[in-house]
Every structure is written in structure tokens, then in C-alpha cells.
């Protein structure tokens, strides 16, 4: 579902509700806080036709600007840069860069339409905040010096995870529905659509089945996967993303899947299946997945991890199945903002609409008092390396609603 820009009236409204929403902020939002000359600049690049992740950076770029006080610099499509106008940006190439804030590569739910030539003004002593699709608000930032998947594990391992009783039974709702999202509810029902499924494709029931999430040829984690699967007998193969494959229902691949592997971050080990990831990805720190960095450490991992599940042993163990259901609730709710700011993301084709009037709505109010500027707000004096809907560092936080 995209939302792309559809005539020049509802852009034209949006630009006013923007401009609008400046007014009533005192016009702090978008330009230095304070008195005297902006202390740098925060450049924000939007490309491509839809409003969504361009409205996410410029708010997030807009909101860093008032907390660092610094000038709103845009970079990109031409109706991006007049909607960043609204919100006070200006040329400033006299001033140093403070942060770049762009749109993900990946989970906007498509191409962003970036230019692949364009590069920032920034260079990499510089923070960078990507705005992720889904959701209300989500991003990651990574700070000079940083490795994010060591910064995501560490968050998850000293804010998230020592406050898990605080969060079980909001990260056991959320693993219900995510498996209620894909047709498998009870341990029963996987049992026989394994079976059924198994049995269609004319594959041996009595073998561990092993599915490959991701389709990378020529890369060496691949090549070696595959190679290791087209001469091995102990395991049932499946590879649903290749070109050409028979392909069932989620809930069948699931239902028939007894251990995953995954080219990036994968759920699965929320659902009480174990996943071997090849390759480190923002989430892997987290202690969910068996991550390998080699091919040889790949292949022996999976070696063991079949032969174990063909003893009616499993590589996935209790506490790998919480971290599984707590980094997903994390990643689906805990790190997505909800702010009267934006529509939901699922809004799709009325969302310039939506936005104007959200913008609109919030004007009555000071910028800072909204949860987006304090989310904000906390990643950047903290350097986080990701958004929060509340303070993890808050002895009240986790006693919050996290629904």
C-alpha cells in the first residue's frame, strides 16, 4: 500500500498546515532554539512519490533541530524540499553538520526512490538517524564510533530485558498476534497442517525440515547453504524465495518449518522455532537467533542443529524463546512512537489528508510536549540506537501501558 502525492490541493493544504503548525509552536520547530546563530545544521533527505517516510524525516529532522538547535537543511526531490521549506529550511553551507536523517534502505515497504549517487553533506563523523517504514514512528541512529547491532543488543540486554516480568504478558499478546497473523494458533494446528503440508510436497515426515528466509545468490553465505542442502539427505529443503519454488501458505511454511535460516533478523525463535541467521543484522545482539559469521561456522551450526532436532532435541531454549517474544514486541510496539503528529503508516492513500490534519490538530500545543520531540530528545542526549515510546530508564517506564 503506498500513498503518493495526488494533485497539487492536497500538497498545497499540507504545506499550510505545516506552516501553520510552526506558528503555534513559536516557530521553533525546524530552525535554532534560542537565542543567537544555529550551532550547525541537520540535513534530511527525501526522494521518491510517497509522503510517508518524507514526512517521518522531515518531523524527525525538524524535532532534532530543536533539540540541538541547529538549522534545517533538505536534500532531495524538489516537492520535498518545499514541503521541508515549510518547516524552515534554508540554505546554511556556512554551517557544520550536526546530523543526516533519511529514510531506511529497508521496511518502507518498497524503494525509497533515493538517488544512489546522492550523498550527504555529512561524512562519518556525523550521527545518522534512518526512519523506518511501519508503524507510527520508527528509527535507528548510529553515532561516530558505533556498531548498531552491538548498540540494539546492548539496549535490549540492560534497559529491556532486566524489566521482562514488567513486559511478559504485553510481549506474549504480541507474539499471539503475530502468529494469529499468519493462520497458526495452537501447537495442534501446526502439527497437522505440518503433516498435510509435508505430505503435499512429498516430503519425508520423519526428517527435520529446514526453510531458507531470503534469496542471495553469489554471496558466499548462500551459495554455501545451498550447496550444503542439494547434497544433504538428513533434512527436508525448502527454499520459498527462490524464483520458480512451490510456495504454501505462511501458515503451512511455518506450520511444516522446524528450524529456520535466515539472511537477517527473523521472529521466528518467538514462536518456538530456532533460526541459525547468516550474518549479523540491527537485531542480532539480542540473543535470539544462532548468528554465524562464516560459511564454515554456518554449515557447522546447521550440522548440529539438524542432528539435534533429528534426536528430538531443539538448539532454541526457553530463555532464547523470551528474548525471542520480548525484541518483538520491542521492535513492533516499544520502539514505535505513537504521536497525533502522523497517521498510522497502514493509512496509505489518505495520508497527505490525514497529516495535514494531525499537523493542524497539534498546533494548540508546544512541539516539545509531544512524544515524538521527546523520544527525540532522549535518543539524542543518550545516544540511543533507536526511538522509545517511553524512558526504559524511568523507574515508572516499564510500569507503563505498553499497549
Partial sequence: MEAHMHGGGEFAELISAVRSYRREGGDAVGGAQGEGRPRGRVVAEAYGDDVRPAARVLLVASALCDVTGSRLVARGDARWRRLAAAFGAADAPDLPDVALVTAGPHGTDGDT??????????????????????????????????????RVGAFFEHRVWPSREAFGADAEREARLARGDHGVNTETERRQL???????????????????????????????????????????????????????????????????????????????????????????????????????????????????????????????????????????????????????????????????????????GEPGDDTLHEAVRRLWSRRDPLLTRFDFQDPEGPARSTR
Fill in 113 to 150: 526512490g533515493r538517488d544512489p549517487g546522492a550523498e550527504a553533506d555529512a561524512d562519518a563523523d556525523v550521527p545518522v538517524v534512518r526512519v523506518e517504514g511501519g508503524g507510527t514512528l520508527k528509527a535507528y541512529a548510529c553515532f561516530p564510533g558505533d556498531d548498531l547491532t552491538e
Fill in 194 to 364: 505440518r503433516s498435510c503440508g509435508l505430505r503435499r510436497l512429498g516430503l519425508d515426515e520423519g526428517r527435520p525440515t529446514v526453510t531458507v528466509w531470503g534469496h542471495a545468490p553469489g554471496t558466499p553465505m548462500y551459495e554455501a547453504t545451498a550447496e550444503f542442502a542439494a547434497g544433504d539427505e538428513t533434512a527436508n529443503w525448502l527454499f520459498p524465495d527462490r524464483p520458480g519454488s512451490r510456495v504454501p501458505s505462511d501458515a503451512v511454511l511455518w506450520s511444516m518449518t522446524d528450524l529456520g535460516v535466515a539472511f537477517g533478523d527473523s521472529d521466528l525463535p518467538a514462536f518456538g522455532l530456532p533460526v541459525v541467521q547468516a550474518g549479523p543484522a540491527e537485531w542480532s545482539g539480542c540473543g535470539v537467533t544462532h548468528v554465524t559469521r562464516s560459511p564454515a561456522e554456518h554449515l557447522d551450526v546447521l550440522r548440529d542443529a539438524i542432528a539435534r532436532h533429528a534426536k528430538g532435541e531443539s538448539v532454541l531454549g526457553p530463555e532464547q524463546r523470551e528474548r525471542g517474544r520480548l525484541r518483538l514486541w520491542l521492535r513492533r510496539r516499544g520502539a514505535d512512537v505513537p504521536t497525533p503528529l502522523l497517521p498510522h503508516w497502514e493509512l496509505g492513500g489518505d495520508h497527505i489528508a490525514a497529516l495535514a490534519a494531525a499537523l493542524r490538530g497539534a498546533t494548540a
